[in-house]
């Protein structure tokens, strides 16, 4: 049963009995420049050769907003047999690699921005170096998700209302930008060959803004190196530790082991 699509934006289910990548997938249909496929934590635009983006697999029994900027149809392209025990949710973010905690079942209204991160003197900033979260008033409605030097961010919400943007570096050092868009719902801020510039400067450290959590109530641990790879038993050295407490909220700082 062909899946038909009108120009501008549609909801899609997908019927198929196993995760399966979008590139397999979407293999019968010929997608264009600025065609999008929004999940509630990821989202992917096809940038005329590919998809690329947070989204790189699509999950049995989940909907998704699809745009197609000149509609059509096509049929999924199954890859296994129909097998209930076969179903599963593939999501790209994990809790333990969010530097802030969002409920994405909280708002019924969803922003996609692909977004090009800057230090203030206009140096691009290297992918994993850095944690960035959208927030709406001091609530986080969104947290970036890295893919091929660019940051997709999905952002919940529910009416119009500015958008702010917070860096969490390796060292645990928190940073604001002075680009502030109005959420609008089902919209497309930035693409693969424009992306949106997200600025940072560094001589303005949020320290009221960093995540924080009581020492005695630390039930998770993360450490990184400098470089901001994850290490699992840290040796001597200076580390950025992650410590995640029981209601969620995470602290990072810079610690020297001996």
């Not at 197609?68 to 047999?81: A, D, E, I, K, N």
């Not at 940051?151 to 500015?162: A, I, Q, S, T, Y």
């Not at 969490?168 to 089902?186: I, K, M, N, R, W």
Request: aromatic share 10%.
């Amino acid at each position: 049963t062909p899946v038909v699509l009108r120009e501008g934006w549609n909801w899609i289910g997908f019927p198929l009995y196993s995760a399966t990548t979008l590139d397999a997938a979407l293999s019968g249909y010929e997608a264009q420049e600025g065609d999008a496929l929004v999940g509630l934590d990821a989202f992917a635009i096809h940038d005329g050769t590919c998809w690329r983006g947070s989204l790189t697999s699509l999950s049995p029994g989940q909907s998704y907003l699809m745009y197609s900027g000149r509609g059509g149809q096509f049929c999924w392209q199954p890859l296994s047999l129909p097998s209930a025990r076969s179903r599963r949710y593939v999501s790209p973010l994990q809790a333990e690699d969010a530097a802030w905690q969002v409920d994405i079942h909280a708002y019924p209204d969803v922003m996609s921005v692909v977004a090009e991160v800057k230090a203030g003197d206009g140096i691009s900033l290297a992918e994993g170096s850095c944690y960035v979260g959208a927030f709406c008033g001091g609530e986080c409605r969104g947290v970036g998700v890295w893919n091929d030097g660019l940051l997709f961010v999905n952002v919940h919400g529910d009416g119009p209302e500015p958008i702010t943007f917070r860096l969490l570096d390796a060292e645990g050092g928190c940073y604001g930008s002075p680009e502030s868009p109005v959420f609008q719902a089902q919209a497309l801020l930035g693409s693969c060959a424009e992306p949106y510039v997200l600025n940072f400067y560094t001589d303005e450290i949020l320290d009221g803004m960093r995540p924080d959590v009581s020492e005695g109530n630390v039930v998770r641990e993360v450490w990184y190196n400098m470089a901001g790879q994850r290490v699992s038993r840290p040796v001597s050295g200076v580390y950025v530790r992650q410590a995640v407490g029981a209601d969620g909220r995470v602290t990072s700082r810079k610690v020297t082991l001996p």
